[in-house]
């Protein structure tokens, strides 16, 4: 999934997911998601495939270690099935959308395997703050993709 997507929210808390978005999506995920806290008071949205597969991550954590326990509780914080209605709507829970500081406008931010749910000031507050160097940002973060990689850059060794 890749895309930023502006939405409106109406009283009820429903929003329309957006016909690019679920064209993205296999037709098997195209119906039922799961909701929870985003890491940066935000929500994340995931297919219910791919919620499954991060569940079974969490899940086997050690949970006789005290910071397993306490991630797994945050984790699972707040998490709800989403089925979309007929008409293509997804309702957000009321506990979240009050987490998430959201209230008519929102911004769909879908990367990988999730889809971020952001109050739209909160969004455009967020990409206000890029870092001065983004490309010395880049090459600490993904330069130590190619390191770990065990090759070049091209992938031949």
């Known amino acids: 999934m890749l895309g930023e997507f502006e939405c409106k929210v109406d009283a009820k808390g429903r929003f329309m997911m957006p016909s690019g978005l679920r064209k993205q999506l296999g037709p098997e995920d195209q119906e039922r998601f799961v909701i929870n806290r985003g890491f940066e008071n935000n929500l994340t949205l995931y297919p219910l ?85 983004f490309s010395s940002l880049a090459e600490e973060v993904m330069g130590k993709v190619n390191q770990s990689s065990g090759g070049d850059q091209d992938g031949i060794s």
């Open 49 to 133: 495939s791919e919620w499954l597969k991060i569940s079974r991550e969490v899940n086997a954590l050690n949970l006789y270690n005290k910071k397993n326990r306490e991630f797994v509780r945050y984790f699972f914080r707040g998490a709800s099935e989403l089925r979309l209605d007929g008409t293509g709507r997804l309702l957000l829970p009321k506990q979240l959308i009050s987490y998430g500081g959201i209230e008519r406008e929102i911004i769909l931010f879908a990367y990988g395997n999730r889809i971020e749910i952001w109050a739209r000031d909160a969004y455009e507050q967020m990409m206000a703050d890029e870092p001065d160097d």
